[in-house]
C-alpha cells in the first residue's frame, strides 16, 4: 500500500507554533494537489488546507491567517505552519495528495497514517 510519510506532531502549547510535513514517495506523479485534514475526537474529518501544483491555496475558512501551506514540488512535499495554536486544535492530522487526470475523471486520493497534534493550556 501506498502510504504518505508525515512528520512534526507532538505535544505544544497554546499560542505556540509547530510546523508538520509531509512527503509523497517518488513512485507517485502527476500530484494535482496536496493538502491537511484533520479529525477530532468526536469530530468528522475536516479540511485544514490544500495547495495545488500551481500554488493555489484553500484553507478552511476559520484557519486563515493561522494556519499557512506551503509546497516543494521537486520533493513532493507539503507543509504545514501552525501559528497561535489553541486547544481546539488538537487532532490527529492526516496528509493527503490526489491525482485527476482529467476533471470528469474520478480523483485517486492518497493518504497517510496520521500525526496527533495535543495543544494544552
Do not use: H
Request: proline share 4%; hydrophobic share 30%.
Amino acid at each position: 500500500q501506498v502510504q504518505l510519510g508525515e512528520s512534526g506532531g507532538g505535544l505544544g502549547q497554546a499560542g505556540g507554533s509547530r510546523r508538520l510535513s509531509c512527503a509523497a514517495p517518488g513512485s507517485i506523479r502527476r500530484i494535482n494537489a496536496m493538502g491537511w485534514y484533520r479529525q477530532a475526537p468526536g469530530k468528522q474529518r475536516e479540511l485544514v488546507a490544500t495547495i495545488t501544483s500551481g500554488g493555489i491555496t484553500n484553507y478552511a475558512d476559520s484557519l486563515k491567517g493561522r494556519f499557512t501551506i506551503s509546497r516543494d514540488n521537486v520533493k513532493n512535499t507539503v507543509y504545514l505552519q501552525m501559528n497561535s495554536l489553541n486547544p481546539e486544535d488538537t487532532a490527529v492530522y492526516y496528509c493527503n495528495a490526489y491525482r485527476q487526470l482529467r476533471p470528469t475523471t474520478p480523483r485517486f486520493d492518497y493518504w497517510g497514517r496520521g500525526t496527533q497534534v495535543t495543544v494544552s493550556s
